[in-house]
């Protein structure tokens, strides 16, 4: 099981869960975007309540979902492999373009490394990989003290940041 950053901290309680496509779905579920678009009626009330999830694939772009995001508690783009760059895209969509205002997660190969920048591009919660000492994963957030570019985090860039 990933260790999950949530709020600054390692956590244990989280309830959501991933379900196959043939699973019973039921409250804190994760499902897939193929699922909710054959099933959406049937699974709206769950949503309503907030206890829906959406996985999102490495290679379903944010525009798949656009706005109908607002439907779901937690989100989570899955990073196949630490050198595929496609969920910080899908990120700054949710974030930016589309309001979304839930959790945002990212799994699957999360590594130290990565943290920071996920968090700038509007992750909020982080699947970690098993491997990943908990202790640097905590510090990496402030790998950078001030920033260059502009972000979901912080949409003004450092030069207009800084006091003359």
Known sequence: MAK?????????????????????VQEYNLISL?????????LQPLASRGKLGLYLNSDQTADLVAEQCRNFAVISVDF????DGRGYSAARLLREQYHYAGDLRAVGDVLIDQLFFMKRCGFSSYALREDQNEANALAAFSSFSQPYQAAVDNDKPLFNRVSR
Do not use: C, Y
């Open 34 to 42: 193929d699922r909710w678009i054959h099933q959406q009626a049937e």
């Open 4 to 24: 999950l950053i949530k709020s600054g901290a390692f956590t244990n309680d989280d309830p959501w869960v991933v379900v196959a496509d043939d699973e019973m």
């Open 80 to 83: 196949p492999k630490f050198t």
